[in-house]
């Protein structure tokens, strides 16, 4: 059983023009949130899943349920409040990339609480996005990490970085270094790299994620959208392009990452910090392959929609 925790939320997406001049943009409701995204994702490969979470009780949040149970997601520890469902107003951008507003005031996923246990066969967790710095519920989510990892639960980490949210960039890169040694994998995007390292030259990068993986991590999975996927171990920096696609959007193709990443690696018995440094460059070109080829899926249409194992081995 593979945990995702973290938010999950209503993404609002323009949709064509008004209706009437001087009308407002058509909006679609759509759910979503990272750690929502990877858990559907991954159950959608077939990998046994459970969401981990804070969900409101408005209709909102009954649809994210929905969406989970449909997908065979296991909700037994998602917690329930009455506050309302976080919204993210996506701007989609002519290239397909996407960015969000976020209004997250009195919402119920902020209010997380540590649970008491995960389930005895959590083979990894998977932590990430809003979650981690919104609180009082982001400092939850790091106990959990922490506990779960020092009890030998393989653990991933994608920070997926919403800087508006954000109000004291230092402090949070700080927090973000302080969990690495509570870490097994890290995946992150260019775009992600750059604002944690405080840094735009690539060198500056590199040498950034060098530091992050000397902390703890066995491996760390760098996301270049269209142009690939790279991963760096102690032993091995491994590259694969990316898949040739049309474009729609790019929602949901990092989370879309995150769980291909872990399905495959579970099929290669490398969910534990130390099988995870032993991969091969062989495996590891096969690991990161099935992952770009699962994010082009899901970048061909529109909105987080992953694919289904059965599509990926067509």
Same mark, same amino acid.
């Given at each position: 059983?593979?945990?995702?925790?973290?938010?999950?939320?209503?993404?609002?997406?323009?949709? /064509?023009?008004?209706?009437?001049?001087?009308?407002?943009?058509?909006?679609?409701?759509?759910?979503?949130?990272?750690?929502? !995204?990877?858990?559907?994702?991954?159950?959608?490969?077939?990998?046994?899943?459970?969401?981990?979470?804070?969900?409101?009780?408005? /209709?909102?949040?009954?649809?994210?349920?929905?969406?989970?149970?449909? !997908?065979?997601?296991?909700?037994?520890?998602? +917690?329930?409040?009455?506050?309302?469902?976080?919204?993210?107003?996506?701007?989609?951008?002519?290239?397909?990339?996407?960015?969000?507003?976020?209004?997250?005031?009195?919402?119920?996923?902020?209010?997380?609480?540590?649970?008491?246990?995960?389930?005895?066969?959590?083979?990894?967790?998977?932590?990430?996005?809003?979650?981690?710095?919104?609180?009082?519920?982001?400092?939850?989510?790091?106990?959990?990490?922490?506990?779960?990892?020092?009890?030998?639960?393989?653990?991933?980490?994608?920070? !997926?970085?919403?800087?508006?949210?954000?109000?004291?960039?230092?402090?949070?890169?700080?927090?973000?270094?302080?969990?690495?040694?509570?870490?097994?994998?890290?995946?992150?995007?260019?775009?992600?790299?750059?604002?944690?390292?405080?840094?735009?030259?690539?060198?500056?990068?590199?040498?950034?994620?060098?530091?992050?993986?000397?902390?703890?991590?066995?491996?760390?999975?760098?996301?270049?959208?269209?142009?690939?996927?790279?991963?760096?171990?102690?032993?091995?920096?491994?590259?694969?392009?990316?898949?040739?696609?049309?474009?729609?959007?790019?929602?949901?193709?990092?989370?879309?990452? !995150?769980?291909?990443?872990?399905?495959?690696?579970?099929?290669?018995?490398?969910?534990?910090?130390?099988?995870?440094?032993?991969?091969? +460059?062989?495996?590891?070109?096969?690991?990161?392959?099935?992952?770009?080829?699962?994010?082009?899926?899901?970048?061909?249409?529109?909105?987080?929609?992953?694919?289904?194992?059965?599509?990926?081995?067509?």
């Amino acid at each position: 059983m593979i945990v995702v925790a973290g938010e999950a939320l209503i993404d609002l997406v323009p949709e /064509g023009e008004a209706a009437e001049e001087g009308g407002l943009p058509v909006l679609r409701s759509v759910r979503g949130g990272g750690p929502y !995204n990877t858990a559907v994702a991954l159950a959608r490969l077939e990998t046994p899943t459970a969401f981990c979470s804070r969900v409101s009780t408005d /209709g909102f949040g009954e649809r994210l349920l929905d969406g989970l149970r449909e !997908n065979g997601v296991d909700t037994a520890l998602v +917690q329930r409040g009455a506050e309302p469902t976080t919204l993210a107003l996506a701007d989609v951008h002519p290239d397909g990339s996407a960015a969000y507003r976020f209004y997250v005031e009195g919402t119920a996923d902020r209010l997380f609480t540590l649970p008491t246990e995960v389930p005895e066969d959590t083979s990894a967790l998977v932590f990430g996005t809003c979650s981690l710095v919104l609180e009082p519920g982001a400092s939850a989510y790091e106990a959990l990490l922490r506990r779960e990892f020092a009890r030998g639960v393989f653990t991933v980490l994608d920070p !997926n970085i919403r800087a508006g949210l954000i109000s004291d960039p230092d402090t949070y890169r700080a927090r973000f270094r302080s969990w690495l040694p509570s870490v097994s994998l890290v995946k992150l995007s260019l775009e992600d790299a750059r604002w944690l390292a405080d840094a735009d030259g690539i060198g500056d990068v590199l040498r950034a994620a060098g530091e992050w993986l000397a902390a703890g991590p066995a491996a760390l999975v760098l996301t270049q959208g269209g142009d690939g996927l790279t991963v760096f171990t102690r032993d091995h920096q491994i590259a694969v392009p990316g898949e040739p696609v049309a474009v729609v959007d790019t929602i949901g193709a990092g989370d879309t990452v !995150n769980a291909a990443l872990l399905h495959r690696l579970s099929e290669h018995g490398a969910l534990s910090h130390r099988a995870l440094g032993k991969l091969t +460059q062989q495996q590891w070109l096969d690991v990161l392959d099935f992952a770009a080829r699962a994010a082009a899926v899901t970048c061909s249409r529109a909105g987080a929609r992953p694919p289904s194992a059965a599509e990926l081995r067509r």
